[in-house]
């Protein structure tokens, strides 16, 4: 059983910062991309952006500059440092992982249940 677990959420002020971190634990065979996405009240999951296991990152042009990935294959966990967030950035964020349980399995995207971030005005 594989499992994310997301931390590091909580409330700032416009223009602070927060850093995200998710930890994927259970029976893991390999991690291919992982990534964060988040979803705003009444819109749609959107990615904010995602790491491959060799450390190409793809992010949205409303983060680019202000967010940063990053992982620690070692310890099978990803970040998200967020800075100069603003009131958009508000969400709820979740860590999404592509694991290959096992040699036998095929690869599974996997999500995590979400920390809150609220920026405020």
């Known amino acids: 059983q594989v499992q994310l677990v997301e931390s590091g959420g909580g409330l700032v002020q416009a223009g602070g910062s927060l850093r995200l971190s998710c930890a994927a634990s259970g029976t893991i065979f390999s991690i291919n991309r992982m990534g964060w996405y988040r979803q705003a009240p009444g819109n749609q999951r959107e990615l904010v952006t995602s790491?491959?296991?060799?450390?190409?990152?793809n992010s949205a042009d409303s983060v680019k500059g202000r967010f940063t990935i990053s992982r620690d294959n070692a310890k099978n966990m990803v970040y998200l440092q967020m800075n100069s967030l603003q009131p958009e950035d508000t969400g709820v964020y979740y860590c999404?992982?592509?694991?290959?349980?096992?040699?036998?399995?095929?690869?599974?995207?996997?999500w995590g249940r979400g920390t809150q971030v609220t920026v405020s005005s």
């Open positions: 790491i491959t296991s060799g450390g190409t990152t």
């Open positions: 999404n992982a592509i694991i290959q349980p096992s040699v036998l399995k095929y690869e599974y995207s996997y």
